[in-house]
Every structure is written in structure tokens, then in C-alpha cells.
């Protein structure tokens, strides 16, 4: 366990730390011992509104909104360079609290300060149209932030994830309340602290801890919040969507998927099965690009399984915070629950090749041993359904019309990977595909100017390099005749 652990988080108002109106708390669970290792307040209607009327007021009346984007960025990397000095306690307590592996808790931290880098450069680098219509009109863009942007993060990799919203929102002069998940509310405690040392004033970040059903659907539902970002399941993403009509809010939605990875005949196999594995067993498989489902081409179709399940049944499961460690322990007991059910019915659906349930040596813990189920149908539930766990269906494909269909056959839309050493059957693919990002030949890595979204039920919008200051900032056009 790591040391100076607290036993109680608070939500953070107007630069203070406070208890729920009501003192109400939940229980929050560490995913190895599965027991309470500490109550984090659980915000309701009454904390949102406190908070909101902080973002509200700091943006009215305080200095965020005014500052030069160059003066704000200075402050975002100080954000950046604290966050980066103490990516070991931050890797440290991620691990902890969610159980992800630590190395890659370790990558996450770096990724998060990467974020604020990122959006503190960009902001400083925005440039803004304007047209000219020569002796007769002049037209400009004035780009102006909205105002109290609602964000609201799921529980994997969530200190990472809440830095992708909260760097864009606050470098483009926005104000914040920050609604993290209930499994995993530690390290969402600690950007008060990162906040405050860098000199953010008080008021810009707030963050209420709390149930989605109650912290979370207050702040969509509240009326001074113009802006909803939201990460998570596809299901809260609709009820969301619902539930923020009536306001007519600013929505962005990153969702659920159920990802295809592609794997032709002419592929280069040893990096197509390297890639594949980490591609659903990292992060735990936890991970909303996993390449979840597995389509290979019929030539290679056995080789595949064959050497697939041999590597997975490789893939090191150990306690968090052992380096060595590339599975971790999933999240919660409720999630592991429901990642058993699926494994129990991939038995009925598919071929069982690899794993299958808890691994030798861990009565205890919510651990899963990496799984692999071959020859599965297409109307299986496992090749539907996000399972978000280290369970993986392959299926084999005979044609590219046919790997289309497949890959496409499903209510997701989020990511798709294609490994094939023929360039135009690529591209042609990856055209084709319903993904909102394809990696052709490559590992899942990211560079940050790309949009990043999903079509289908994987989400609404676009975030990622000017998308995202698109997204927190109005643009208001002026037309001046000359
Ligand atoms: P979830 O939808 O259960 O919860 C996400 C957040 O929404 C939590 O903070 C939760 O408290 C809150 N919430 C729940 N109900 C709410 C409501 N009625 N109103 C307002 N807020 C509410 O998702 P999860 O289980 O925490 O996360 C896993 C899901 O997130 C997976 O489906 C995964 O694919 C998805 N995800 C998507 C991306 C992406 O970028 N597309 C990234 C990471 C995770």
C-alpha cells in the first residue's frame, strides 16, 4: 500500500477543500484487497451548484477568462512540469487505486503532463480567420471561451484522461468542475494541489466527487453550464445526450468500442501478433481502443491462433505495482463480475484458447488471466458487446469485402487496426472501415493534432489539436464594411 494514503477525499470549491453539504460519503475500494481504504464525499445537487457558482464566478469576475493565451500557458506548463516531477507518486497511487500495471500507470503520468504541454503551445500558436473582400468589407474571428465547461471522466486511466479535457478547456479561458469516477477518485484529488502551486486562481478548477447518477446528472442537467465533455459508456453517453437537451449544451462524447484489428495473409505476423496482444491486453484491456476483436484472413488463419494463444498465455498477471507486471487487477469487483460473465458466455460462443477465467495463484483480487476465444460467430454477444476487459475473439475472414463487413458489423465505430504489406489494400481500407482512427501497420500511438472520436455509438465530436479549442471557445464572427 503506498505510504501517506488519505483517508477521505473532499471536493474542491472556490479553492477550498469541503465536504458534501449533506456529509454524505462513499466507499472507495482498493482492486487487490477488494476492502475500503477510504470515503470520498459524495457530491449531490447542492455541492454542483456551489461549484458551479465558483467556475461561474471566476469567470465573470476573475482573471482566467482575460488573461493573454501566452500568460495562461506559462501557468498550464507549470501544471505540466509539476505533474511530470511527480509522475512516480502519481504512477504510485493510479496503480493503487485502479490497478493498472504500474509501468504503464508510469506512461499514463507522462502522457498527462504531455497534455497540458500540448494545449498550453497550441493556444499560444491559435490563429483566427479573416477575409477581405478588398475595398468593400473586412471579416474576423473573435474566438472567446464559453464559460463553465462540465467535465465528466470515466475510471480507466482517469488521471490521464481528465488531463485531455482539462488542458484544452483551461488554455482556452474556460472555467471547470470536474465530475471524476467514483471507482477511482484518488488521483483526480491531486490537481488541486498541482493547480494551486501553479499558480491557477482560484474558482478556475473545481471538482466534485460523487455518483454519476446524482454529481454527474446534476451538473448536465444544471442551466450555467453551456458545455458537457464527457468520457464513458455509450449507454450514460445517451442518457446524457438526453438529459442536456433541454439546455441545448455544447456535447462531446468519447464512447464505448469494440475495436477490429485486421490481419491479412501478406502481414508481417510477428508484428501483427506483438501488436494485437498489447492491443487488448494493455492497460488491462481496460481501454476504449482495444482491439477487442481479432479478424484474420484464412491462409493464416490457425497459425494465428495458434501462436496468439501461446503468447497470451505469457502475458505476465502480477499484483499492480510489481514492474514486471503487464496485467494488473481490474478495477472494481463489480466490473470483474461482469468481465467473468462475459468469459462464461464466450465459452458457449467461441472456441476457448487461452485463459479462461481467474489465473493459478491469485484466490483473491479482482484478477482475470488474458483470454482468448477463436472461431467466434459475428452475432456472438463477445464479438458485439464491449467486454473492457483482457478477453479478446478472434474470427476468420476468406476476402476484403468480407473483413469489411465484419469489421463494420457492429454498433461501434471507435478505432481499427489493418496489418497488411499491401499500401493500396490499406488505405482502401481503412477508407472503407467505420473508425474514427485507423492505424495501418502500427501500435496504437497517438499524435496529438489528430482529431480523436468515434462514429457510430463510440461518440459525437471530435477533441484533439484545434478540434478541441473549437470545442471549449465560441467564434463569433464581426463583419466590417470598408
Ligand atoms: P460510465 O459511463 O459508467 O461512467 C463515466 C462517468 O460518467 C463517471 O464519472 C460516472 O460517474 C458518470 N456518470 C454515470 N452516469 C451518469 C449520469 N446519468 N449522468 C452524468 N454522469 C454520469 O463509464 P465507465 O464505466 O466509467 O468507463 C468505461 C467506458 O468508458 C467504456 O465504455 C469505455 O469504452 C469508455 N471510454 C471511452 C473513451 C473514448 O475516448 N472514446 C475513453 C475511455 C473510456
Redesign the pocket.
Known amino acids: 500500500m503506498p505510504s501517506d494514503l488519505p483517508d477521505h477525499l473532499q471536493h474542491y470549491i472556490g479553492g477550498e477543500h469541503v465536504d458534501s453539504a449533506d456529509g454524505a460519503t462513499f466507499a472507495v475500494l482498493d482492486p487487490v484487497s477488494n476492502e475500503t481504504y477510504l470515503q470520498a464525499a459524495a457530491g449531490k445537487a447542492a455541492d454542483v451548484d456551489r461549484a458551479v457558482a465558483a467556475a461561474r464566478h471566476a469567470f465573470e469576475e476573475g482573471p482566467w477568462p482575460r488573461m493573454l493565451p501566452r500568460e495562461r500557458s506559462r501557468v498550464l506548463h507549470r501544471v505540466a512540469d509539476i505533474v511530470e516531477s511527480r509522475d512516480a507518486r502519481l504512477a504510485e497511487l493510479e496503480s493503487f487505486d485502479s490497478g493498472l500495471p504500474i509501468t504503464q500507470a508510469l506512461g499514463q503520468a507522462r502522457r498527462a503532463a504531455e497534455n497540458f504541454r500540448f494545449f498550453a503551445d497550441l493556444v499560444v500558436a491559435q490563429t483566427d480567420d479573416a477575409f477581405k473582400v478588398p475595398g468593400r468589407q473586412l471579416n474576423y474571428v473573435n474566438r472567446k471561451p464559453i464559460g463553465v465547461a462540465g467535465l465528466?471522466?470515466?475510471?480507466?486511466?482517469p488521471f490521464m484522461?481528465e488531463s485531455?479535457k482539462l488542458g484544452p478547456a483551461l488554455a482556452t479561458g474556460n472555467t471547470v468542475v470536474l465530475?471524476?469516477?467514483?471507482?477511482t477518485p484518488l488521483s483526480a484529488s491531486l490537481w488541486a494541489g498541482i493547480f494551486e502551486e501553479a499558480g491557477v486562481p482560484a474558482g478556475v478548477f473545481n471538482l466534485v466527487h460523487?455518483?454519476?447518477?446524482e454529481?454527474?446528472?446534476a451538473?448536465?442537467k444544471h442551466p450555467d453550464v453551456p458545455l458537457i465533455s464527457?468520457?464513458?459508456?455509450?449507454?450514460?453517453?445517451q442518457?446524457?445526450f438526453a438529459?442536456a437537451a433541454p439546455h441545448l449544451k455544447g456535447l462531446s462524447?468519447?464512447?464505448?468500442?469494440k475495436s477490429p484489428a485486421v490481419v491479412f495473409a501478406d502481414a508481417d505476423l510477428d508484428a501483427a501478433i506483438d501488436a494485437t496482444i498489447f492491443g487488448v491486453f494493455s492497460l488491462n484491456g481496460?481501454?476504449?481502443?482495444?482491439g477487442s476483436r481479432i479478424l484474420v484472413q484464412r491462409e493464416i488463419y490457425d497459425e494465428f491462433v495458434e501462436r496468439y494463444a501461446a503468447q497470451a498465455t505469457r502475458v505476465v498477471v502480477g499484483p499492480p505495482h510489481e514492474a514486471t507486471t503487464e496485467v494488473g487487477a481490474l478495477v472494481h469487483p463489480e466490473?470483474y463480475d461482469k468481465v467473468m460473465r462475459y468469459i462464461e458466455l464466450g465459452k458457449t460462443e467461441g472456441r476457448l484458447v487461452a485463459g479462461g477465467g481467474r489465473p493459478d495463484g491469485f484466490p483473491t483480487g479482482n484478477y482475470v488471466a488474458p483470454t482468448v476465444f477463436a472461431d467466434v460467430p459475428p452475432d456472438a454477444r463477445i464479438f458485439q458487446e464491449?467486454i473492457?476487459g483482457p478477453v479478446v475473439a478472434i474470427t476468420p475472414f476468406d476476402t476484403d469485402e468480407e473483413a469489411l463487413a465484419l469489421a463494420n458489423g457492429v454498433q461501434y465505430g471507435?478505432a481499427a487496426y489493418v496489418w497488411t504489406n499491401d499500401l493500396r489494400r490499406a488505405h482502401t481500407f481503412a477508407q472503407a472501415v467505420d473508425a474514427g482512427m485507423v492505424w495501418l501497420n502500427s501500435n496504437n500511438v497517438r499524435d496529438l493534432r489528430t482529431p480523436?472520436?468515434?462514429v457510430k455509438a463510440?461518440?459525437l465530436g471530435h477533441e484533439g489539436g484545434y478540434r478541441s479549442i473549437d470545442f471549449y471557445t465560441h467564434q463569433q464572427a464581426v463583419h466590417v464594411t470598408l
Open positions: 465528466i471522466t470515466p475510471w480507466n486511466t484522461l485531455w465530475k471524476p469516477a467514483e471507482f460523487g455518483l454519476g447518477e454529481a454527474g446528472d451538473l448536465v464527457f468520457t464513458g459508456e455509450s449507454r450514460t453517453g442518457l446524457i438529459n462524447m468519447e464512447l464505448g468500442g481496460e481501454r476504449c481502443t482495444a466490473h464491449e473492457f471507435l480523436f472520436g468515434g463510440s461518440g
